[in-house]
C-alpha cells in the first residue's frame, strides 16, 4: 500500500551487474525505498554515482586503495564513506530491512552471513554463499530469524512454484540451463573456446564469472548445491534441462503429477523485483512474453561428456560435507586462470575435480560448524588449485 513507509535497502556489491538491476528498478519506484549502505570492491566512481543518486547514507569501497578518490567523490554530499574488508561487513550490519547481498564469489561470505545474522530479509544473489557454506548459512538463517529469498533467476522461479507446498508433497524441482554460447560446440572446440567466446552470452547479461560458469554448466551445478539448500527436497530430486530460449527458469513436479513452472523474459530484474516486494509484486520494466511470436520452447537433455563440471558438481552435491566449498574455491581459481589465459576452458572442470581429488586424499572434506571453518578449507582448496594450476 502507498502508506506502507519505505523499505530500507542495502546493495552488497553494487556496481555489478545484479546491483546495477537492483537499483534500476529502486530508481523507478523512489518512493518504496531508502537507500542504506552500498558497497563495491574498486569500482569508486561508480559506486559514488550510485550513492549520489540515490542518496545513500554510506558508501563503503573493499578496496582501501580506493577510498581516497571515494572520498574525493563525494565530498560535500554528507554521505559517509569508509574502506576494506571490516567495513563491508559494517555495511551489511547496518540497519535496514533488506540486504540484497549481490557481491561475487567467495568474497562475499563474510558480509551475506553478517546481513543474515540480524535476522532481516536477505535478497541472495551470491550464490557461493550458499554453495560453499550451505549447512552453517542455513543455520544462521534460522538461528536469526533472517527471511532468505533467492534471487537466482532459477530460484526465485522454484521459490514462486512451491508458494503453498505442504512438505512431502513436491516430487522433483527441475532447474533450466541455456546451455551457456557453447551449447552445440563439438567437443574438439570446446578445447580451444576462448574467453571472449565465452563471455558472449547467447540470452543473459551478467559478471564475468557466471558467464563463464554458464558456458562450462558449472553455473547450473551451483545452482543444484544452492537448490538443495533453499528447498526441502533430497540431491536426488534436484535436476536441470538444457532450454535454450530461457524463458522457463525452473519446473517443480508434486506428486500428483501437476508441473508449475515459472516463465519471464530472461532479465534479472524480475526475480530481484520478487524478493524486493515479497510477498507483494511491483512493476519491473521488462520485456514482455509474447509466445506466439515466441513460437516454440525447447527442451534437452545437458551433455555432461561435452560439459563435466555438471558431472563434477552433482557428485561433489553427493560428497557433501566441505566438498562443494572445494569445488567453488577451485572453480573462483579456475574461471580466472582461464580469463588470464593460463588454462584452456575444458581444464576448468579438470582443475576442479582434481582439487576435489586431493582435498579428500588430504582429509580436507570433513564437516563444517561454522563460517571460519568454510573459510579456511576455501583458503586451503585455492591452494590446492594453485599448486595444480602450476603443473598444467
Ligand atoms: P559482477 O561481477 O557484475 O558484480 C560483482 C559485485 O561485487 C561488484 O559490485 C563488485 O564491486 C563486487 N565485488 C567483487 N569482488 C569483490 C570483493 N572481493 N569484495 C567485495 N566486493 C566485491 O557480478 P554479478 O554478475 O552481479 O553477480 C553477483 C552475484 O550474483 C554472483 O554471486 C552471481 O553468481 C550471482 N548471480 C548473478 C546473476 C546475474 O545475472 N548477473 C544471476 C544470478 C546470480
Ligand atoms: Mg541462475
Redesign the pocket.
Known amino acids: 500500500p502507498e502508506t506502507a513507509r519505505p523499505c530500507r535497502l542495502t546493495v552488497?556489491?553494487?556496481?555489478?551487474?545484479?546491483?546495477?538491476?537492483t537499483l534500476d528498478l529502486v530508481g523507478r519506484a523512489p518512493e518504496r525505498f531508502e537507500v542504506m549502505a552500498l558497497?563495491?570492491?574498486?569500482?569508486a566512481p561508480?559506486?559514488a554515482a550510485l550513492a549520489r543518486q540515490h542518496r545513500a547514507k554510506l558508501a563503503v569501497i573493499?578496496?582501501e586503495k580506493c577510498l581516497g578518490q571515494l572520498r574525493d567523490e563525494l565530498a560535500g554530499t554528507g554521505i559517509r564513506t569508509s574502506a576494506g574488508?571490516g567495513a563491508?561487513v559494517e555495511a551489511a550490519l547496518m540497519p535496514a530491512d533488506c540486504v540484497m547481498?549481490?557481491?561475487?564469489?567467495a568474497?562475499?561470505l563474510r558480509?551475506t552471513f553478517a546481513a543474515a545474522s540480524r535476522g532481516r530479509r536477505v535478497a541472495l544473489?551470491?550464490?557461493?554463499?550458499l554453495v560453499s557454506a550451505g549447512h552453517v548459512f542455513t543455520a544462521e538463517v534460522k538461528r536469526s530469524g533472517a527471511e532468505l529469498l533467492p534471487?537466482?533467476?532459477?530460484h526465485s522461479a522454484a521459490f514462486q512454484a512451491l508458494t503453498g507446498a505442504e512438505p512431502g508433497s513436491i516430487e522433483k524441482i527441475v532447474l533450466t540451463a541455456s546451455g551457456g554460447p557453447f551449447r552445440t560446440w563439438a567437443r574438439e572446440a570446446l578445447e580451444n573456446a576462448t574467453p571472449e567466446q565465452a563471455l558472449k552470452h547467447p540470452n543473459?547479461?551478467?559478471?564475468?564469472?557466471?558467464?563463464i560458469?554458464s558456458a562450462t554448466l558449472m553455473?547450473k551445478g551451483?545452482e543444484l548445491i544452492e537448490a538443495f539448500h533453499l528447498f526441502p527436497v533430497a540431491a536426488d530430486a534436484l535436476d536441470c534441462v538444457v532450454h535454450p530460449q530461457s524463458i522457463v527458469h525452473c519446473l517443480v513436479s508434486y506428486v500428483d503429477g501437476s508441473v508449475l513452472a515459472q516463465m519471464a523474459a530472461p532479465d534479472?530484474r524480475t526475480?530481484i523485483a520478487v524478493a524486493l516486494a515479497w510477498p507483494g509484486r511491483m512493476v519491473a520494466p521488462t520485456e514482455r512474453l509474447d509466445l506466439a511470436r515466441l513460437g516454440s520452447l525447447t527442451f534437452e537433455a545437458p551433455d555432461e561428456t561435452r560439459f563435466p563440471a555438471l558431472r563434477v558438481a552433482r557428485s561433489a552435491l553427493r560428497r557433501g560435507d566441505t566438498a562443494p566449498a572445494v569445488l567453488n574455491a577451485a572453480n573462483e581459481i579456475g574461471v580466472q586462470a582461464f580469463l588470464n589465459r593460463r588454462i584452456k576452458f575444458l581444464e576448468i572442470a579438470r582443475l576442479v575435480e582434481e582439487t576435489l581429488d586431493v582435498a579428500e586424499r588430504q582429509g580436507a572434506i570433513c564437516p563444517a560448524q561454522c563460517l571460519d571453518d568454510i573459510l579456511l578449507i576455501d583458503e586451503l582448496a585455492r591452494r590446492l588449485a594453485e599448486d595444480a594450476l602450476n603443473r598444467y
Open positions: 552488497l556489491g553494487a556496481t555489478g551487474s545484479v546491483g546495477k538491476s558497497t563495491a570492491q574498486s569500482n561508480a559506486l573493499g578496496d574488508s563491508l547481498a549481490a557481491i561475487v564469489g568474497a562475499g558480509p544473489a551470491n550464490k557461493e554463499c534471487v537466482d533467476s532459477e543473459w547479461s551478467m559478471g564475468a564469472k557466471i558467464t560458469d553455473n551451483l534479472m526475480p
